[in-house]
């Protein structure tokens, strides 16, 4: 299995950004996915959530009303809209495939890419 992600780069206080996962080896459309993300000298956090059929998503506090998470499917791709950014978003941002049930649990994770806010 592997996640693949792409869009991060440089970018000025206020800015947007569209991160994108491409997901394979797995059957994407069964897991939920996440984005966390984890800045110098702190803990990974959870950034925003979205469950396999995409009906539920979930956002951070610090992320409400600014990022929407989105997938599609048929893409096996999973997106972050990052609106309005702010200095405090500079992290590396990595996509998770998350899947349970009684059989078990399975987690897959990106290799992270950098986003900075920055003028």
């Known amino acids: 299995a592997q996640l693949v992600e792409s869009g991060g780069g440089l970018v000025q206080p206020g800015g947007s950004l569209r991160l994108s996962c491409a997901g394979s080896?797995?059957?994407?459309?069964?897991?939920?996915m996440n984005w966390y993300r984890q800045a110098p000298g702190k803990e990974r956090e959870l950034v925003a959530g979205?469950?396999?059929?995409?009906?539920?998503?979930n956002y951070a506090e610090s992320v409400k009303d600014r990022f929407t998470i989105s997938r599609a499917n048929a893409k096996n791709t999973v997106y972050l809209q990052m609106n309005s950014l702010k200095p405090e978003d500079t992290a590396v941002y990595f996509c998770n495939a998350h899947w349970s049930s009684w059989l078990g649990e399975r987690k897959y994770w990106g290799q992270g890419t950098q986003v900075t806010v920055s003028s």
């Open positions: 979205i469950s396999s059929t995409g009906a539920d998503t």
């Open positions: 080896g797995f059957t994407f459309s069964y897991y939920d």
